[in-house]
């Protein structure tokens, strides 16, 4: 510390004193921190990222995956128009880092006219290539944000499209399809589930939809049959098409609101009954206990999330609005094997007059647990095989749904880890034994200031310098002045 103070005073006395010497030492200063900052750029240490949600660097699951691509993969990433220092461009290259078969090339239209003709790249876009042989993906940097419009927040999903899309292009990767049954009206998955596709797609599923009168039967590539909210009743073809497609052992999501069927529908019954079980959709569960409900709304419910193969990692998710699951007392007769996913609390009780605005129940209304999510596992055929069933009495959990509080709003979808709930049910159906889970979103808030914010903020900016200029000005005329 004596060494430290002893130069401060020798910098004091002999060159801070002396106009020209002052100069020198700033330019020393100021040549040591150009040198310093291209030092450490041509070193590119490893990034230390201290953001909560580690934004800047690549989570472990795509460490891991990304080393295991097969060795024969050489996969290439053109960076088309991207400025070298950007962050992205920093973020992506970390992917290089990670396995040497994978290279990050960062170029200009102009400099690579054959690489821009061949995949239709045009100046200014901002175009990322991922190319194995003669397989490849185009984004562009729209494609790695998603925009929660109720939430007015804008959601990075960088890494996930990076590393599915690498993935994707490699010897390894798989796309899964997933049908949405259409033509009874059931819930349109492109306009009310567009965060559910987006989710999928980011771990190498694809949405499609399937309507079974023109289609005639279940594609036989059809890893997962997701059926939701039909409010028609099928068509005895497509039932007998349904019911085909179970017999091969094959799997279904049935997700159902309450009130969503607007005539009797014998053949979605027949398709239930043969799992056992009844979706209850002329009431709607309601919460009593406080604790179990989000804002004081007794029909936005907290269920209890049962140990299942779903629900691992999964320990709270929000359901509006939901209907009741029930099941044959022979469900056993007809080998259908059930696990419960969620249940309702204790205090819960099934109302069916939505006139009834009373948070106690009333006559002929029973408190008790419900079951309002489920696997059934229905054995069929010969050698074991076996048809499961995911079944939730409720379906806006899944959606675009806006849920509102008393400052903002959301997507029902992006609630408590509803999100892991509904992606988690998808890759069971799938039977998928190694499936991507790389869910880190970030959110960043657009935020409009009012007038008075905005100038508050103008005033902190501009005034607080000129201040603190002024105070600084003031107090070395005064020393000045005494000596």
């Known amino acids: 510390m004596k060494k430290i103070s002893k130069i401060i005073d020798i910098l004091k006395s002999k060159w801070l004193r002396d106009t020209g010497k002052t100069i020198i030492l700033i330019a020393i200063i100021v040549a040591l921190f150009i040198g310093i900052n291209i030092l450490v750029s041509n070193i590119d240490p490893k990034d230390i990222d201290l953001t909560k949600n580690q934004l800047y660097t690549l989570s472990e699951e795509t460490k891991e995956r990304i080393q295991a691509l097969p060795e024969s993969d050489k996969i290439q990433i053109y960076m088309f128009d991207f400025d070298e220092q950007a962050i992205l461009v920093d973020l992506i290259k970390q992917y290089e880092r990670i396995n040497e078969n994978i290279s990050v090339e960062v170029v200009k239209v102009q400099d690579r006219p054959d690489l821009a003709s061949k995949y239709n790249v045009e100046a200014g876009y901002f175009t990322i290539i991922i190319v194995n042989g003669e397989k490849s993906k185009m984004y562009t940097t729209n494609d790695f944000y998603s925009y929660d419009s109720i939430a007015g927040q804008e959601v990075d999903i960088t890494e996930q499209r990076m590393t599915s899309g690498i993935i994707s292009v490699s010897s390894i990767g798989q796309i899964t399809p997933v049908y949405a049954l259409t033509g009874h009206e059931e819930i349109n998955t492109k306009s009310l589930m567009f965060y559910f596709s987006t989710y999928l797609e980011l771990e190498n599923y694809e949405l499609k939809t399937l309507d079974l009168l023109s289609a005639g039967d279940v594609p036989e590539d059809c890893k997962v049959l997701m059926i939701a909210s039909p409010k028609k009743d099928f068509t005895e073809k497509e039932t007998n098409a349904i019911k085909a497609y179970i017999e091969k052992g094959k799997n279904i999501l049935w997700l159902n609101d309450p009130y969503s069927a607007k005539e009797e529908m014998p053949n979605v019954k027949s398709i239930l009954d043969m799992y056992g079980v009844n979706i209850r959709q002329d009431g709607i569960v309601t919460e009593q206990d406080k604790e179990k409900m989000l804002y004081e709304s007794p029909n936005l419910i907290f269920p209890r999330v049962n140990n299942t193969s779903i629900t691992d990692k999964i320990e709270q998710v929000l359901l509006l609005y939901t209907g009741k699951l029930e099941f044959a007392d022979n469900i056993d007769d007809l080998g259908v094997v059930r696990t419960d996913i969620l249940t309702t609390s204790e205090n819960s009780f099934f109302r069916t007059d939505i006139e009834n605005t009373s ?29 499961k069933l995911i079944v939730y009495a409720n379906n806006t959990f899944a959606a675009d749904t806006a849920v509102y509080s008393t400052s903002s709003a959301r997507a029902a979808i992006a609630f408590y880890q509803n999100k892991d709930l509904i992606i988690n049910s998808v890759q069971y159906a ?11 979103t970030v ?41």
């Open 430 to 440: 799938a039977e998928i034994e190694d499936p991507i889970t790389i869910r880190k």
């Open 443 to 483: 959110n960043s808030t657009m935020y409009t200031a009012t007038l008075t914010q905005d100038r508050i903020i103008k005033y902190i900016i501009f005034g607080f310098p000129v201040l603190i200029i002024g105070v600084g000005i003031a107090v070395w005329q005064l020393r000045r002045r005494k000596q």
């Open 359 to 387: 948070r106690t129940p009333v006559d002929g209304e029973t408190v008790g647990a419900s079951v309002v999510g489920a696997i059934l596992e229905k054995y069929v055929g010969e050698e074991g095989k076996s048809s």
